[in-house]
């Protein structure tokens, strides 16, 4: 019944099948970043960055107001917010991340400052220049993610699979650096690994996917993505190659349930994704428990 | 041979010294115990020595061939490592990290490289185990085998022994004396006076400092009091 009124959406309409293309490259790409930031101890980067994204969003949405009918109006119709969103997102990120140790703003502390600091004024600047009369639907939307995912356009779609693929084929030809630099930053610098350039690649990377996954959760949900599967991951298996391919596909399971169940049952559909992964992490944790008491 | 001299160094954060006037040499083979106090500038010495900090003045020389990333680097463990799902052989792996420039996998000699410092270790059988399992001193002799594939020439060992038993350290003295005979420098930094025993150089870092080799340190001012005056009879 449920299978029969899926298939019938997938090959019926081709907003539901975009929504699960991106759904799922999303998902993979958040995964495979989010071990190494779970375990560099930037979980909440994804958060920080995704308010940082919503800010942006609203300044573009600024920008677009004020310029309208002039000929730099037109140009950022065309192009869009998202290449400010992108430039802006990317900025902070490299920001918080290179910074890291030295910083006279500690980690934890510098993510949350600019976390909130542009939710603030995101909200602030949405309100001050309203371009709808319903204010709140829109904020809503943007922090959630709504539906924002079953309306994307063909262009849309090819951006996110040609970032997404991208974003994976970065990861597997860094993978050793990328351990190396997370497991022990100081030995890979003292032996010649050039630490500081892949916290900048860790880093864009990071911002790009946070970007890419605002359409698909919404900026409130997005470390979401990036730490259930890790930390599920984490749960079970003890060597890092297993984590990384574990995370990534459980990511993709989820992100195809959620998506599927969210079509079905007309529920959000960011939110819908996160609850499963919750439930995921639910079912990792007890396995974890239940083997590790059978081997001891 | 000389494969490091450090002439006139100053050491410091941020332009502020907090050692001065360093001046050591350590040749190939030397065994060089550095010791010192908390807060005397060891490990400021060690992230200087690693390029991971610059120095305020002075220089440091690398001779014998020796390339500033070829140095095994044994560090003391981050809180991060505590918990971080990595299998043992994918750490020593990593440390053939700097053979491999912009290569993304490893090669087969590399894995063989890291398979041959496993077994000097005596750690094959803990190969498919994860990391965070293993005792303290299980875990040295991981991050050991990880610096010895970074080099064949010099070791730098921050603090090798602390938080292990004495059963355990004086395994790891062995081991470290076992590849000193082999024919690798080793630089040894410790608050352990026992490790001095191992050296046959010693830099003391303090309110003075010596450099020297050991027995000269022995029948120096600072050694004697570290060794309660007995001049170097309970060593």
Redesign the interface.
């Known amino acids: 019944m449920i299978w029969e009124k899926l298939a019938s959406y997938v090959t019926g309409y081709a907003f539901v099948r975009y929504a699960l293309v991106v759904g799922v490259l999303i998902a993979l790409c958040a995964a495979l970043l989010g071990v190494p930031l779970v375990l560099k101890r930037f979980s909440f980067i994804g958060d920080g960055l995704s308010h940082v994204a919503f800010g942006a969003m609203a300044i573009s949405a600024v920008l677009d107001q004020i310029f309208k009918n002039t000929s730099l109006g037109d140009f950022l119709h065309t192009v869009g917010e998202m290449p400010l969103v992108l430039l802006v997102t990317t900025g902070c990120a490299v920001l918080l991340l290179r910074t890291g140790q030295n910083a006279k703003i500690k980690g934890d502390a510098a993510v949350a400052m600019i976390s909130v600091g542009a939710l603030a004024v995101g909200y602030l600047l949405m309100n001050l220049f309203s371009t709808s009369a319903n204010v709140s639907g829109d904020v809503c939307s943007t922090l959630f993610g709504a539906t924002s995912i079953l309306t994307l356009t063909g262009w849309e779609v090819w951006l996110c699979v040609v970032l997404s693929l991208a974003v994976v084929a970065i990861f597997v030809l860094f993978y050793h650096k990328i351990f190396a630099v997370t497991f022990d930053e100081n030995f890979a610098r003292a032996t010649g690994l050039r630490a500081g350039a892949y916290n900048l690649l860790i880093a864009v990377v990071t911002a790009v996917i946070i970007v890419l996954a605002m359409n698909l959760v919404g900026s409130l949900l997005i470390s979401a993505l990036v730490i259930f599967p890790a930390l599920s991951a984490m749960r079970i298996f003890k060597s890092f190659l297993s984590v990384t391919v574990f995370a990534a596909a459980l990511s993709v399971l989820c992100a195809l349930a959620g998506i599927a169940l969210a079509i079905v049952y007309g529920t959000p559909v960011g939110s819908t994704i996160v609850a499963v992964d919750i439930v995921a992490f639910g079912a990792c944790t007890l396995a974890g428990t239940v083997w590790g008491a059978v081997r001891d | 041979m000389a494969q490091l001299i450090c002439r006139d160094l100053t050491l410091g954060y941020d332009g502020r010294p907090l050692v001065q006037g360093l001046n050591f040499q350590v040749n190939a083979g030397d065994f060089l115990c550095i010791i010192g106090e908390n807060g005397s500038g060891k490990s400021t010495l060690m992230r200087t020595l690693?390029?991971?900090q610059a120095p305020v003045s002075g220089a440091i020389e690398w001779g014998d061939g020796l390339h500033?990333?070829?140095?095994g680097?044994l560090?003391q463990q981050?809180p991060?490592?505590r918990d971080?799902?990595?299998?043992v052989?994918?750490?020593i792996?990593?440390?053939c990290?700097?053979r491999?420039g912009l290569r993304?996998?490893?090669t087969k000699e590399e894995k063989a490289l890291a398979l041959e410092n496993a077994e000097k270790m005596d750690i094959t059988p803990l190969l498919?185990?994860?990391y965070?399992?293993l005792s303290g001193g299980q875990q040295q002799r991981v991050l050991l085998a990880?610096?010895l594939c970074?080099t064949r020439k010099l070791l730098?060992l921050d603090e090798p022994v602390s938080g292990l038993d004495m059963k355990v350290t004086a395994e790891m003295y062995q081991l470290i004396r076992r590849l000193h005979r082999g024919g690798t420098t080793v630089i040894m930094i410790s608050h352990d006076v026992a490790a001095v025993r191992y050296a046959d150089h010693i830099l003391h870092m303090g309110d003075t400092v010596f450099f020297g080799t050991r027995d000269a340190y022995l029948k120096s001012d600072a050694g004697k009091l570290l060794t309660g005056g007995e001049g170097g009879a309970a060593l």
């Open positions: 690693l390029r991971l500033p990333d070829e140095i680097y560090p981050t991060i490592q971080f799902p990595a299998s052989w994918e750490i792996l990593s440390g990290q700097s491999c993304p996998f490893y498919r185990r994860c965070r399992e990880r610096a970074a730098l």
